[in-house]
């Protein structure tokens, strides 16, 4: 069954093909639209409806009934007038939710200031997880939620091998909260807190950007 939220991918590059793939993937019913052919036809099948289409011009926007989609994504980064018109044109038809992806922090702000409601900066992310990836050895995976919080997965150490979740006691050493523990394909969100720790787990914690890179430094 298909979910009810109906997205609008404008631009189906790299990104916003991606996006469609996955949420389409997800039962959601999804509009693609581009100007280039080539890019429509590479997405007929992973998109409810695919057209070819200027989605700067309003009439265009509002022929193919935009103002009806719950969400509309702006993946046009390399082109920041494009991007910028059609954010606005949607925000201006009465979509009700907007995300844009930004190629750089002007373009972010510029896209922000004119009213969308979300914006991704899809490299800068990707670079700041693979630094921290290559910075800490035993994170898995990282999530930026603020600039000064995340939540990362994190291998357990030989250091925390063998230790429980109470004796580690990580709140209190290194304001780190452990959220879950990922075991395999597994995942505890209530972990047991007189469990041992295994050297396959993987703690998915959350804290500040600074404690995390002191927790790690520690290795306990």
Known sequence: MANDREFAIIGLGRFGSHVATTLYAMGYSILGIDSNEDKVQKNRDNCTHVVQADATDEETLRSLGISNFDVAVVSIGDDLEASVLVALLLKELGVAEVIAKASSEVHGKVLKRIGADRVVFPEKDMGI?????????????????????????????????????????????????????????????????????????????????????????TGS
């Open 129 to 217: 997880r693979l630094a921290n990836h290559l910075a800490i050895d035993n994170i898995v995976d990282y999530l930026e939620i603020t600039p000064n919080v995340s939540i990362v997965e994190v291998s357990v150490s030989p250091e925390m091998t063998g230790k429980t979740l109470r004796e580690l006691d990580l709140r209190a050493k290194h304001g780190i909260n452990v959220l879950a523990i990922r075991q395999g394909q597994e995942v505890n969100v209530s972990p047991d807190a007189e469990r041992p720790l295994a050297s396959e787990d993987i703690l998915i914690a959350l804290g500040s950007n600074e404690n995390v890179r002191r927790w790690q430094m």
